[in-house]
C-alpha cells in the first residue's frame, strides 16, 4: 500500500475569517477578487499584504473536486491504490509569511482546530502536520503541546526562518520535538515569497528556487548539531525533490572532513550518516535519486503523491510510480513508497 508524505487540504476560503478573534479580521488570511495587471483576479491577503493572487476559479476548476471532502476523498485515494497521506495546507502555506505575532498565533490555531475536526477526526488515513508559529518560539512550543493534545503526529515549520535554524533560541522547541516524538516538517514555498522574479523565465526560475531553503533548513539543522542532541528528532523536506540530498552530503562530509579543526560543535557523526537517518525528502517526479541510493540510504527518501495540486501524480499515480521506478528492486519500492513513512507515523493497514 502506498502512503504519500506530501498531500494538501483545501481549505474554505472563510476559514480563518470565521475562526480567528474579531480583532485581528483585517489581518486574518483572506481572498478578495480585485483588479491586477488589467485584469480579474483572486487576491490572497495575509497579515493585510498580498501573498498571491490568481484568476478566478482557478482552484475549482483545476483541482479534483472529491479533494474538498473528507469523506469523498478517501474514494480518490482508493483509486490510486494510497492508503495513508501527510495533509499540509494549500492557502493555508502563506500564513509563513505572517509577521505579526498575534496574527501567525491566532492563524496556527484556527488552522489546526479546523484540520483536527474535519479531516482528522473522519479517519485514521488522514495524518495531520499542525500549524506552528514562529514569529515568537514561545508561540511555537506552546502550539506543539496544544497541537500534541488534538492527536498531530507531525509540526510544520517554515522553510525559511525569521531567524536561522541553527540559532540556540530554537532549542527548547527541538528538544520538545524529539521527546514527544512528534516530526518536523517544512514544505517548499514557505517562509519567503517564492515569486523571486517575474523577469525571463520565472515559471522555471521560481519552481526550481522553492528547494534551496530546503536544503539550507536541513544544512543548518545538521551542522549546529541539533540531531547529536536530539536523536529521536527527524527533519522531512517536502516537495523538494530528493536528489540534491547526495549533493549535501557529500559537501558537508568535505568540510566536516577538511575544515574539521575550525567545526563546532563537533559532530557524533560524519553529515552523511546523520542525514541517512534523521533526514528525509520527498519527491514525485524524481528518477535521478534512485541512481545514488548508495550515498543517501533508502530511509531518507519518503514518496509523496502532492494531491490534488497540478504538480501532482493523480490520476495517474501508478504508472507515474511505474516509470520512476522501473525494474528498482521491490523491496526499496516498498519501503521509499509507503514503508518508512508507516514507520515513521505508526500507520497500520488493516488487514
Ligand atoms: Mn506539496
Given amino acids: 500500500m502506498l502512503h504519500s508524505a506530501d498531500s494538501h487540504i483545501l481549505e474554505p476560503v472563510d476559514l480563518w475569517l470565521e475562526n480567528m478573534p474579531a480583532s485581528l479580521r483585517d489581518l486574518a488570511p483572506q481572498t478578495h477578487k480585485e483588479q491586477r495587471r488589467g485584469r480579474p483576479q483572486e487576491v490572497i491577503y495575509v497579515d493585510g499584504k498580498v501573498a498571491r493572487y490568481e484568476p478566478p476559479g482557478l482552484q475549482?476548476?483545476?483541482?479534483?473536486?472529491?479533494?474538498?471532502?473528507?469523506?469523498?476523498?478517501?474514494?480518490?485515494?482508493?483509486?490510486?491504490?494510497?492508503?495513508?497521506?501527510?495533509?499540509?495546507?494549500?492557502?493555508?502555506?502563506?500564513?509563513?509569511?505572517?509577521e505579526t505575532r498575534e496574527v501567525a498565533l491566532e492563524a496556527a490555531k484556527a488552522y489546526n482546530d479546523w484540520q483536527a475536526d474535519t479531516f482528522l477526526?473522519?479517519?485514521?488515513?488522514?495524518?495531520?502536520?499542525?500549524?506552528?508559529?514562529?514569529?515568537?518560539?514561545?508561540?511555537?512550543?506552546?502550539?506543539?503541546?496544544?497541537?500534541?493534545g488534538l492527536g498531530y503526529p507531525a509540526a510544520l515549520l517554515p522553510a525559511t526562518p525569521p531567524v536561522p535554524y541553527n540559532d540556540e533560541l530554537y532549542e527548547p522547541l527541538w528538544a520538545l520535538l524529539a521527546e514527544s516524538g512528534m516530526h518536523l516538517c517544512m514544505h517548499i514555498g514557505t517562509g519567503m515569497d517564492?515569486?523571486?522574479?517575474?523577469g525571463?523565465?520565472?515559471?522555471?526560475?521560481?519552481y526550481v528556487?522553492?528547494?534551496?531553503?530546503?536544503?539550507?533548513?536541513?544544512?543548518?539543522?545538521?551542522?549546529?548539531?541539533?540531531?547529536?542532541?536530539?536523536?529521536?528528532?527527524h527533519l522531512v523536506c517536502v516537495e523538494g525533490g530528493a536528489s540534491w540530498l547526495p549533493g549535501l552530503i557529500e559537501r558537508?562530509?568535505?568540510?566536516?572532513?577538511?575544515?574539521?579543526?575550525?567545526?563546532?560543535?563537533?559532530?557524533?557523526r560524519p553529515p552523511s550518516e546523520i542525514i541517512?537517518?534523521?533526514?528525509?525528502?520527498?519527491?514525485?517526479?524524481?528518477?535521478?535519486?534512485?541512481?545514488?541510493?548508495?550515498?543517501?540510504?533508502?530511509?531518507?527518501?519518503?514518496?509523496?503523491?502532492?494531491?490534488?495540486?497540478?504538480?501532482?501524480?493523480?490520476?495517474?499515480?501508478?504508472?507515474?510510480?511505474?516509470?520512476?521506478?522501473?525494474?528498482?528492486?521491490?523491496?526499496?519500492?516498498?519501503?521509499?513508497?509507503?514503508?518508512?513513512?508507516?514507520?515513521?507515523?505508526?500507520?497500520?493497514?488493516p488487514a
Avoid at 483545476?62 to 485515494?77: C, G, I, Q, S, W
Avoid at 477526526?121 to 500534541?148: C, F, H, K, Q
Avoid at 536544503?215 to 539543522?221: D, E, G, I, T, V
Avoid at 545514488?292 to 519518503?302: A, C, E, H, M, R
Wanted: charged share 25%; proline share 7%; aromatic share 8%.
Fill in 200 to 206: 525571463q523565465g520565472g515559471a522555471i526560475i521560481n
Fill in 252 to 268: 558537508m562530509d568535505e568540510a566536516a572532513r577538511s575544515h574539521a579543526d575550525w567545526v563546532k560543535p563537533k559532530l557524533s
Fill in 121 to 148: 477526526r473522519t479517519s485514521p488515513r488522514y495524518i495531520g502536520a499542525a500549524m506552528i508559529p514562529i514569529v515568537d518560539v514561545n508561540d511555537a512550543i506552546a502550539e506543539v503541546e496544544r497541537s500534541l
Fill in 276 to 349: 541517512r537517518t534523521n533526514v528525509h525528502a520527498t519527491f514525485q517526479n524524481d528518477k535521478a535519486i534512485l541512481l545514488t541510493l548508495d550515498v543517501t540510504g533508502v530511509p531518507s527518501l519518503l514518496w509523496g503523491s502532492d494531491y490534488p495540486h497540478l504538480e501532482g501524480t493523480w490520476p495517474r499515480t501508478q504508472q507515474v510510480l511505474d516509470d520512476i521506478f522501473g525494474d528498482t528492486d521491490d523491496d526499496i519500492r516498498a519501503r521509499i513508497t509507503g514503508g518508512t513513512m508507516a514507520e515513521l507515523f505508526g500507520i497500520e493497514v
Fill in 209 to 233: 528556487e522553492t528547494l534551496f531553503p530546503l536544503q539550507r533548513a536541513a544544512l543548518h539543522l545538521v551542522a549546529a548539531g541539533v540531531f547529536d542532541r536530539h536523536p529521536d528528532l
Fill in 194 to 198: 517564492p515569486m523571486v522574479t517575474r
Fill in 60 to 98: 475549482e476548476q483545476t483541482r479534483p473536486p472529491n479533494a474538498f471532502d473528507p469523506v469523498k476523498r478517501l474514494e480518490d485515494l482508493d483509486s490510486q491504490g494510497i492508503w495513508a497521506e501527510l495533509l499540509f495546507p494549500s492557502v493555508g502555506l502563506w500564513c509563513s509569511l505572517i
